[in-house]
Nanobody, 125 residues
Framework: QVQLVESGGGLVQAGGSLRLSCAAS????????MGWFRQAPGKEREFVAA????????YYADSVKGRFTVSRDNARYSVSLQMNSLKSEDTAVYYC??????????????????WGQGTQVTVSS
C-alpha cells in the first residue's frame, strides 16, 4: 500500500507564500508523475501542477503559472509545491497524487492512482 502525506497548508494573507510538501511511503515513483490538485467548496477537483519524476518536466494550470513552482527531491522521494503571490481564489484543499500518467494526461485526475489526504490552504483577502 502506497501512502502520500501532505504537509504545509495553513492560513496566509493575499500576496503571501506557502510551501506544500508530499512524502511517499516507499520508493515507487521513479517512473511516475506526481501531481497537485485542489478542490474548493462546491467545486470540482482541479489540476494545479505536475512533475514527471524521471525527467523533471513540469506542467501547470494557467491559473497558477508564474506563481507556483513544483519540484521533486530525489533523495527524500517527496515533491513540493511553492506557492507565491497567493490570491483568495487559491483557497482550497490541496491534494498530492501519483500515477503512471500517460503522455499528455498530467492534468486529468483519472490518470492518478494514489492520493494524499489533503491539506487546507486558506488565503485571506
Amino acid at each position: 500500500q502506497v501512502q502520500l502525506v501532505e504537509s504545509g497548508g495553513g492560513l496566509v494573507q493575499a500576496g503571501g507564500s506557502l510551501r506544500l510538501s508530499c512524502a511517499a511511503s516507499r520508493r515507487t515513483f521513479t517512473s511516475y508523475s506526481m501531481g497537485w490538485f485542489r478542490q474548493a467548496p462546491g467545486k470540482e477537483r482541479e489540476f494545479v501542477a505536475a512533475i514527471r519524476w524521471s525527467s523533471g518536466t513540469t506542467y501547470y494550470a494557467d491559473s497558477v503559472k508564474g506563481r507556483f513552482t513544483v519540484s521533486r527531491d530525489n533523495a527524500r522521494y517527496s515533491v513540493s509545491l511553492q506557492m507565491n503571490s497567493l490570491k483568495s481564489e487559491d483557497t482550497a484543499v490541496y491534494y498530492c497524487a501519483a500515477g503512471s500518467v500517460s503522455g499528455g494526461g498530467e492534468a486529468s485526475r483519472h490518470e492518478y492512482d494514489y492520493w494524499g489526504q489533503g491539506t487546507q490552504v486558506t488565503v485571506s483577502s
